[in-house]
């Protein structure tokens, strides 16, 4: 009998050893020898290689050669933003298990988290309801305010304890009244970037937007950023 527990320990521990962090659903281009990883998270009812998430995560890759990890968030056939609230809780489920691929799997150990519009509301409420500590930096783009907790963007970045950039446009009032409301932030470590001439959508300007975040990034890591 003992013979048999000591077996049963064993081929547990040995289970253990083998247990491997799944890839979340969504896009993923290594950083090969990076320590270095930034996961996005899409807007509303898009997805991992939509516009913003798209651009973002192949400049980065490239031109830093970290790791990124474009999520699939969740999709609702609602147009309405405050129906997104109770998906919040699969959403951050996605974003640890992307936190739990890239330390374990990849040997990860500098995280930057991004979000764009619903996206940002996401990852902003995750970071306020889920400090990291491997997690450095967030990159907001297209930050909004309004629905209270946990969707207000703006309410969320004030508990965040971060280095933070913050992308708005200026073509679309909410994103112009939102980005000003969020003045009182600025700082050392909270860097707003206004795209002139953008709507929220930033269609028609992502060499401007992949700029600012790169250029950030790089200021971050001391323009030695592998």
Do not use: C
Request: glycine share 8%.
């Amino acid at each position: 009998m003992k013979r048999i527990l000591a077996l049963m320990v064993i081929m547990a521990l040995s289970m253990g050893s083998l247990a491997q962090a799944e890839m979340p659903k969504g896009e993923y281009l290594a950083g090969k020898d990076s320590a270095k990883a930034v996961i996005l998270a899409h807007g509303r009812g898009q997805g991992p290689d939509s516009h913003v998430v798209s651009p973002l995560r192949k400049s980065i890759n490239k031109e830093l050669g970290f790791h990124t990890l474009s999520l699939q968030m969740p999709v609702l056939s609602s147009a309405k933003y405050l129906d997104y609230a109770p998906t919040f809780p699969d959403a951050f489920k996605a974003i640890q298990a992307a936190i739990d691929y890239l330390t374990t799997e990849k040997g990860v150990t500098r995280i930057y988290l991004m979000g764009y519009s619903m996206g940002a509301r996401i990852t902003t409420a995750f970071l306020v309801e889920r400090p990291t500590p491997v997690i450095v930096g967030y990159i907001g783009v297209g930050l909004l305010e309004g629905g209270g907790k946990p969707l207000d963007a703006n309410q969320n970045l004030s508990s965040i304890r971060l280095p933070v950039i913050d992308v708005f446009a200026d073509k679309t009032p909410l994103d112009l009244k939102s980005a000003e409301n969020r003045r009182s932030l600025a700082s050392d470590t909270f860097t707003q970037v206004k795209i002139s001439g953008a709507d929220h959508s930033f269609r028609g300007y992502d060499d401007q937007l992949v700029q600012a975040v790169i250029g950030w990034l790089k200021e971050r890591e001391g323009n030695t950023p592998r």
